[in-house]
């Protein structure tokens, strides 16, 4: 930490939470060289749907399968908890990134896939995804966007997501080996991936944001686009509606113009049900009419 002149901190600390409520040391991690098309549903809550929805993929791609994602995504965790124990990661909460990146002109690298990076992104920060929207039409990749939009997809906005081959190359295309990077994604997840790929490689004063830039408050960075970065990593129908958490957080700052919009937003849907309900019944007994004719 004092080599990036900030204020002392703890060298070792459980990371906070930042995932809906659970810890690092118990969420889930990805296997940082997969794709990351099932992630949100196993970061979710596990309702009775969800619980079938999980059947019928672990029915189709095999129990196997499922149990051998469990074990790398087990073993990546336990990998990144050593390397953050052991001090080769090192921790920054947004806050001491901010002034790093203010103060002291370090360099923070972005990692996130493009659906979040054109929302919202840090100023003059270099963008390079390790992981970034999957837009091949295959014979492979159509099951899986079926199976990403039943799984959820349609309400939070997921999309498929596939590991960027270029991201090493690219990454030492553009830094030298001693430099100090601070890695950054949206929630603190794929930067950790990041984090272990670039030690690979020999980088070694890896910094890591903790809780990603959506546990950052704006005043933390100069940020650029058009949504605050809280936002930036919401979408779907849920979105549409405001039915987020992040988005009931800044309601709550907003107050109620804010909340007026997306209130705007569901009656706005229910008169519409409503018209092509009366539609559909008006046009039933007109179908027959012509019909009988």
């Not at 004063?205 to 605050?228: C, H, K, M, T």
């Amino acid at each position: 930490m004092e080599a990036l002149n900030l204020p002392t901190v703890t060298a070792l600390r459980p990371p906070r939470e930042t995932n809906g409520g659970k810890s690092l040391a118990k969420f889930k991690y990805p296997n940082p060289l997969k794709p990351l098309s099932l992630i949100p549903l196993l970061g979710r809550p596990r309702s009775h749907y969800s619980h079938r929805l999980a059947a019928g993929v672990r029915a189709e791609y095999g129990e196997d399968e499922h149990s051998k994602q469990m074990q790398e995504m087990n073993a990546a965790k336990k990998r990144w908890e050593a390397l953050i124990r052991e001090g080769k990661i090192k921790i920054l909460t947004p806050k001491e990134a901010g002034y790093a990146v203010r103060l002291s002109n370090k360099t923070l690298l972005d990692v996130r896939p493009s659906t979040e990076y054109e929302k919202a992104w840090v100023k003059g920060s270099p963008w390079i995804p390790i992981f970034d929207v999957d837009s091949t039409i295959t014979a492979g990749s159509i099951p899986k966007n079926i199976t990403n939009f039943v799984m959820g997809g349609w309400w939070n906005g997921s999309p498929v997501l596939s590991y960027n081959s270029q991201f090493l190359q690219k990454v030492e295309e553009q830094f030298p080996r001693d430099i100090e990077l601070i890695v950054a994604c949206q929630k603190g997840l794929r930067s950790l991936a990041a984090c272990e790929q670039l030690l690979k490689v020999g980088y070694e004063n890896i910094f890591w944001v903790q809780g990603g830039l959506e546990a950052a408050e704006e005043e933390d960075f100069q940020r650029e686009g058009s949504q605050p970065f809280k936002l930036a990593g919401i979408g779907g129908f849920s979105e549409f509606l405001g039915w987020t958490d992040q988005q009931r957080a800044q309601a709550a700052k907003e107050g109620w113009g804010y909340r007026f919009v997306f209130s705007a937003r569901l009656a706005g849907l229910v008169i519409l049900a409503d018209a092509l309900f009366i539609g559909a019944q008006q046009f039933g007994p007109y179908l027959q009419h012509l019909r009988s004719n």
